[in-house]
């Protein structure tokens, strides 16, 4: 009996504590919300709408008829035109497209020769989901029955850009870098701010001259020399044990990161401002991992996302980020190649690190 | 007024519905030692951390060095160092590296920081402890540390938040050494304190119960200017005599020391004496009464109504008046 008089009185307690947080009340009901209905959006293994670029060297009816029937799949959109295969080639690398359509000039004659692949199709291995997605394209029979053909093997031809063998190690490690520098750094400096009013620290700091500005920076610069450090470790592992290749400049890759590192920080620093306590910050950390590593394309393609997620998404640092660490890592572009993406971090950053600054007051009320 | 380094006017501070600083007036000297006494809650530290910039007044102004804060705080910033009333340097670096730490925060250039910080280990007996960690400090030692990290950039204003409320007495007693060494050199000093020996030591006093400032001055005139008559009473009985001595109107508080008990008495009765030993004697017991000149206790009790035997102040608000004009004010706790 008194044992449980003594267990109730804890159970009690509890949810007494715990219905006074209203933070912590909060997320027992918005994570499971908040996780079900991005996992419902971002979770989409039909995938469709991937951006294709169309080469269309042939110019007849038949290939128009080709691509019409490609484009009524919807596996993919046709969001641009080409010339030649390397002006393919080149907005893959960009980040443009990940399917690319050669129809070669003599896409007639070969069509009717069986024994000859009649297009080609050029894939974006550096996305693990998109390289299987656009294999089904490569098996579809397509109806050009209509236009008098019969043909028993498949009209494409598949080339895999970046990562022909289609290893796995080689799709997931740059985004990993991603992944991972989101987990840390965001919980780093989310915790950075709050800990320091936990322990009292900050009643003292703030009746001192150090400036908003000053202590935030202060506060972010020796985790930008983490993050840095966790890069390159992601990286050299990577590359030593599974093989994974730096294909474009490393310089690159690392201005990138660091971009990345800031804004990651900077949206720790904001989320500090909000928390009281180094529980309730860790919750926030928590609760802006999950939409970036469900939206950001790292779990699932982001071309195949609904709209709406797509927008949210493209608010995330983590989407812009793998968007050029595979880039840079994986196909070898060049920084200059992804200025979209590294534009929205560095607005990001910007963003965040106003807001920080201008919540962080130094007063107590 | 320039040689007041603090001036407030109708200071008020609310939380939602609790006014915890209620329309203070204070005028805090230059180079002097001027302490705030009150129980916990009376609005100590409320007012210390309006006075800089903290905490943005509800109401009324306060000035420092002529500044209006909280607008001017980081002009005046520079110029005062605030001990906090739990310890708010960094547990986890060592004695040196706080000091350090703290020195380059008030972009102390390093040769005056290096001088100053050994002056101030030397200063507050901390050579010694150098390299140790803060966290592994004690009481006394963190509060020396606490001290010599607040006045490392020589500020002209000090205030300090119940500086001594978790040390022993030797190291209080240095403490208040130290604080009159740094006042004898130009400092102002603000220092709240619940310890009547403390609050003796100040060149001035300002006493707070439930927010509002209920007296202000010299601690010596506030004894002797006490509007009350004071009488010990020695008895072997004291709760017996304290409880029949509380029912009586003209007897304000009783506080008891020890097997004696100080029975505050309205300053118009006729022959307290006698009057309180027919009290006595009626309630059965044998002591003996006499009348002896007020404490800083005695000030307190009559300012505040605060009446020694529980460590609350009193509720029914009666406590609030300094000039004790009302009638049968007897105060329970």
């Known amino acids: 009996m008194s044992s449980l008089l003594r267990m109730g009185a804890i159970i009690g307690k509890e949810i007494r504590q715990l219905s006074r947080d209203r933070l912590t009340f909060g997320m027992i009901i918005g994570i499971p919300l908040l996780q079900i209905l991005l996992f419902g959006y971002a979770i989409n293994l039909d995938v469709r709408h991937l951006r294709a670029g169309v080469a269309d060297q042939a110019t007849t009816q038949l290939s128009r008829q080709l691509i019409a029937d490609v484009e009524a799949s919807q596996v993919v959109d046709i969001v641009a035109r080409a010339r030649t295969a390397g002006e393919l080639e080149d907005m893959m690398r960009r980040g443009e497209i990940t399917v690319g359509i050669v129809i070669p000039a003599d896409f007639e004659r070969r069509v009717r020769e069986a024994t000859r692949p009649a297009a080609q199709l050029l894939v974006d291995g550096s996305d693990p989901t998109v390289a299987n997605i656009a294999m089904r394209l490569a098996q579809m029979r397509f109806e050009l029955r209509k236009v008098g053909v019969e043909r028993p093997s498949t009209v494409f031809e598949v080339r895999t850009y970046y990562n022909p063998e289609r290893r796995s190690a080689v799709q997931i490690v740059p985004a990993l870098i991603g992944v991972i520098l989101t987990l840390t750094m965001v919980l780093f400096t989310s915790v950075a701010v709050v800990r320091e009013r936990e322990r009292g620290n900050l009643e003292l700091l703030i009746t001192t001259p150090i400036r908003n500005l000053e202590l935030m920076i202060g506060k972010i610069i020796p985790y930008i020399v983490i993050g840095l450090i966790q890069v390159t470790i992601i990286l050299l592992v990577g590359w030593y044990l599974f093989d994974v290749p730096v294909r474009g400049s490393v310089v690159d890759l690392y201005q990138g990161s660091l971009l990345f590192i800031a804004a990651s920080l900077s949206l720790g620093l904001m989320l500090s401002t909000f928390a009281k306590t180094q529980f309730q910050a860790m919750q926030l950390a928590f609760l802006a991992f999950l939409p970036q590593l469900l939206l950001s394309g790292f779990m699932f393609p982001f071309d195949g996302m609904p709209p709406l997620a797509q927008r949210i998404g493209r608010l995330l640092p983590l989407t812009h980020f793998i968007a050029i660490v595979r880039g840079v890592v994986l196909r070898g572009a060049a920084l200059e190649e992804l200025m979209p993406n590294v534009r929205a971090l560095g607005i990001f950053f910007l963003i965040t690190m106003t807001l920080a600054t201008l919540r962080f007051r130094k007063r107590l009320d | ?333």
């Not at chain 2, 007036?25 to 809650?41: A, Q, S, V």
């Open chain 2, 1 to 333: 007024m320039s040689d007041a380094a603090i001036v407030a006017a109708g200071l008020t501070r609310t939380f939602g519905k609790l006014i915890a600083v209620d329309s203070v007036d204070l005028t805090i000297p230059k180079g002097k030692i001027y302490g705030f006494l009150g129980p916990n809650g009376s609005g100590k530290t409320t007012t210390i951390r309006m006075l800089c910039g903290l905490l943005k007044p509800s109401a009324g102004s306060a000035r420092v060095f002529g500044m209006e804060l909280p607008r001017d705080a980081e002009k005046v910033r520079p110029r005062i160092g605030y001990m906090t009333q739990k310890f708010s340097l960094y547990e986890d670096l060592t004695v040196r590296e706080n000091l350090e730490f703290m020195g380059r925060i008030y972009s102390m250039r390093r040769r005056r920081r290096r001088q100053r910080i050994e002056s101030n280990l030397a200063r507050y007996a901390l050579d010694d402890r150098q390299r140790q960690r803060a966290g592994t400090l004690s009481g006394g030692q963190k509060q020396r540390l606490a001290l010599a990290a607040v006045t490392l950039h020589e500020p002209e204003l000090l205030l300090l938040d119940e500086p001594t409320s978790a040390v022993d007495p030797q190291s209080r007693r240095d403490f208040w050494d130290g604080l009159f060494e740094l006042a004898e050199g130009g400092t102002t000093i603000l220092v709240s304190t619940h310890f009547m020996d403390e609050a003796e030591r100040c060149h001035r006093l300002a006493i707070l119960a439930e927010g509002r400032l209920v007296a202000e001055g010299v601690p010596r005139e506030l004894s002797s200017n006490i509007d009350a008559v004071v009488l010990e009473v020695e008895t072997d009985r004291p709760r017996r005599a304290r409880a029949a001595l509380r029912s009586v109107g003209f007897v304000r508080a009783v506080t008891q020391i020890g097997a004696r008990l100080h029975v505050m008495v309205e300053t118009g009765t006729d022959d307290p004496e006698a009057q309180v030993r027919a009290v006595l004697k009626s309630g059965g017991v044998a002591g003996i009464v006499e009348r002896v000149s007020a404490n800083l206790e005695d000030v307190f009790v009559a300012a505040t109504g605060f009446d020694g035997d529980v460590a609350l102040p009193a509720a029914d608000g009666s406590a609030g008046a300094d000039e004790s004009g009302a009638g049968s004010d007897e105060v329970h706790p």
